[in-house]
């Protein structure tokens, strides 16, 4: 019989629709249920449920999980699937040499294959966004354009090609399916999971590295991941040019090893020789990263980080022989000594970060060459910087809500350049204090530093710093109290009063709250906030100590400005009494039936420490030696010194406690601590007793 030499074969491409037409007629269905159906139940809904919500509908085309979750499961488990079952037959013996019997060379049984995946794939997305056009223009739903349902097309089609390949590629290297499926979902994550992996781990031995800069650009690697967040962010073009170019040489990849494959490796659990350690020693690299994360998340400490890396390594490593030679008899000397050959070189690979042999955790930027710093407890503010005001997911009543991205804390003033350099430079010198956060994690108040350079060249350097903040309080104290560092942290110093509607201050336990709409009363109020903002000290701005009240503020544009009314912010507290509302801004002693006072135990040696609750404040009650108070000064005065239960670690490792519950006249109850250095002298003296 004369050999085919066409692109296709029409026989194979028939075939394949015989029996597969299935999975285009089911994946069509899936489609229409998650796609157009969504959009006319959206549409469907009466007026009081939101259905001129622009972004309801839109979030549908924009593969959002809480609003797509079957879409978007669809189009990620579908195309890999396709690609497993159009190849089922080089998994199995008996099928691969049958059908590599007829006269069709591989490369056209390859192609064919490929195309008829393609057809079962796009046939369905385009009908899909066909259906959903008519259905838009139909309904005459206004939110939704002809370039909205393209653009879900585009993304759809991009996505369901290069999920597709990539199982096909997969399967070439593989002879089980159950391996080429898990294969080609690790293959898609691992430009995000090992990167992530290999960054968390990093993270461990070089102190300083900017972990949470390089976290969500790591994130993005994935196209799985990228798929999720299309709703966020829209692809760009030129990760259409990357998914595109991987489609291509993935396909190019899976046509060259399909000319290349054994027809007896059916069944192997990789058919290429020469893959074979490469997997090997990569399932073990990976696992031992991954269960090395795990227990030093779970017990922050090294000595378990090391056991998992070697847990993970010898189960990894034995397991993947399992697989490989499909027999259990694998613990012979020769693999032996391949698995001490890898513990060797991951030994001197950690001992090279260990001790810092390239020099990263010394390097300063020369700071004369330096034109800005960012400072702040995070990269969110840096990353943040560039964005517009955008409109948000929520419309409430046919107005939109928009989110103003946060200013980013990037100094420009020269003493703050050199404040946050010295610092900078100590939290450097202090590297010993890394080395003993490596070794075992502390209970202690430790605060994260992110920072960034900006240099006279345009260049950057990033640097990422968990620190003892009570260490660190003389260089960061001059930061702090700056005027730059207030403006860049605080709303209210930044903020136009001729936008402010409504000022309203609400008290903390109580319904009390005072409202001030008048202009000339709402510019005293800015103006009083401002003068106690400008004016707090480093120690009160660490004061984690509870605010007096709630203060809300109302914007012309639908946004609304929140901060705490704190107990340093005397101005503000003057003003409320020279307006007459001060007692019915916080709440105060006359609405506190009594507060009990007991000695609670050493937080050192306890991991969790509770609070007494409202439903044992009876046992309290009756417990001996506990302190009942219900004098209004005193009252007064454990209301300004308490500090939230969720703060205990703020002082805790080096004084005692003391819980304090109050009970309100209005049956309401809530709790705090009081730490030695602010304790009253009553309540120390009568525990002293």
């Not at 899936?30 to 959206?42: A, E």
Request: glycine share 6%; aromatic share 12%.
């Amino acid at each position: 019989m004369k050999s085919k030499t066409s692109l296709l074969n029409r026989g194979i491409l028939l075939n394949d629709f015989k029996r597969f037409t299935w999975i285009g007629a089911g994946y069509l269905l899936i489609l229409l249920l998650s796609v157009p159906l969504k959009v006319f139940m959206l549409y469907s809904k009466s007026e009081d449920m939101i259905i001129n919500n622009t972004s309801a509908y839109l979030r549908i085309l924009q593969f959002d999980t809480n609003a797509a979750l079957l879409q978007v499961m669809s189009l990620i488990v579908v195309p890999v699937l396709t690609g497993l079952l159009l190849f089922r037959y080089l998994q199995d013996s008996q099928a691969s040499d049958m059908l590599h019997t007829l006269p069709v060379k591989r490369e056209t049984l390859y192609r064919t294959h490929v195309t008829a995946g393609i057809l079962f794939l796009f046939v369905p997305l385009i009908l899909t966004a066909l259906v959903t056009w008519a259905l838009v223009a139909g309904l005459g739903i206004e939110h939704v354009n002809g370039t909205d349902i393209l653009s879900w097309l585009a993304v759809s089609l991009l996505t369901n090609l290069l999920f597709f390949i990539c199982s096909v590629a997969v399967g070439m290297i593989t002879g089980m399916s159950t391996v080429q499926g898990v294969l080609s979902f690790i293959l898609l994550l691992l430009p995000s999971g090992l990167s992530l992996l290999l960054l968390n781990n990093m993270s461990k031995y070089i102190y300083g590295l900017p972990y949470g800069f390089y976290y969500d650009n790591i994130t993005h690697l994935s196209p799985l991941i990228r798929l999720t967040e299309n709703s966020i962010r829209s692809i760009t073009a030129v990760e259409i040019v990357v998914y595109l170019s991987s489609s291509i040489a993935l396909y190019f990849l899976g046509r060259h090893l399909y000319r290349k494959r054994r027809l007896e490796a059916a069944g192997d659990a990789i058919t290429f020789d020469i893959l074979r350690p490469v997997f090997k020693y990569s399932v073990t690299f990976c696992f031992m990263l991954l269960l090395g994360s795990y227990f030093y998340s779970d017990q922050g400490n090294i000595g378990w980080t090391y056991f998992g890396y070697f847990l993970g390594s010898l189960l990894a490593y034995f397991l993947a022989e399992i697989l490989l030679n499909k027999s259990l008899q694998v613990f012979q000397p020769h693999r032996l000594k391949g698995y001490g050959i890898y513990c060797l070189v991951i030994i001197a690979l950690l001992g090279l970060l260990r001790f810092d042999c390239a020099g990263y955790e010394k390097r300063l930027p020369d700071p004369v060459e330096v034109r800005s710093i960012y400072l702040d407890y995070s990269f969110y503010g840096l990353k943040e910087k560039d964005n517009a005001l955008r409109v948000a997911i929520n419309v409430r009543d046919g107005v939109e809500y928009q989110y103003q991205p946060p200013v980013p804390a990037i100094f420009t003033e020269k003493n703050n350049i050199a404040n946050i350099y010295a610092l900078h430079q100590k939290i450097v010198a202090n590297r010993l204090d890394g080395k003993k956060a490596l070794t075992k994690r502390t209970n202690r108040d430790t605060q994260q530093i992110c920072l960034a350079y900006e240099m006279e060249d345009g260049s950057h350097i990033y640097r990422q710093y968990e620190i003892a903040a009570q260490d660190y309080a003389a260089y960061l104290k001059p930061i702090y109290e700056s005027r730059e560092y207030k403006q860049l942290h605080n709303e209210i110093l930044r903020i136009n009063i001729a936008d402010i509607n409504l000022i309203e201050v609400s008290a903390s336990g109580i319904n009390k709250n005072v409202r001030i709409i008048e202009p000339g009363l709402i510019v005293q109020a800015v103006g009083a906030l401002q003068s106690d903002v400008y004016e707090r000290s480093y120690e009160e701005m660490t004061d984690m100590r509870p605010p007096w009240a709630h203060i809300n503020i109302s914007l012309k544009n639908h946004r609304s400005v929140d901060l705490g009314w704190e107990k340093s912010y005397d101005h503000f507290g003057r003003w409320l009494v020279a307006l007459g509302a001060y007692n019915q801004a916080r709440l105060l002693p006359d609405d506190i039936a009594y507060a009990i006072v007991d000695k609670s135990p050493d937080l050192n040696k306890q991991d969790t420490y509770k609070l007494p609750s409202q439903l044992d404040l009876r046992d309290l009650e009756e417990k001996p030696g506990i302190l009942k108070i219900t004098d209004p000064e005193k009252l007064e005065i454990c209301l300004s010194n308490m500090h939230n239960y969720g703060n205990y670690n703020r002082g805790s490792m080096e004084q005692q406690a003391y819980s304090v519950v109050f009970l309100l006249k209005n049956g309401a109850t809530f709790a705090g601590l009081l730490f030695e250095d602010d304790a009253p002298a009553f309540v120390k003296e009568h525990f002293a007793g």
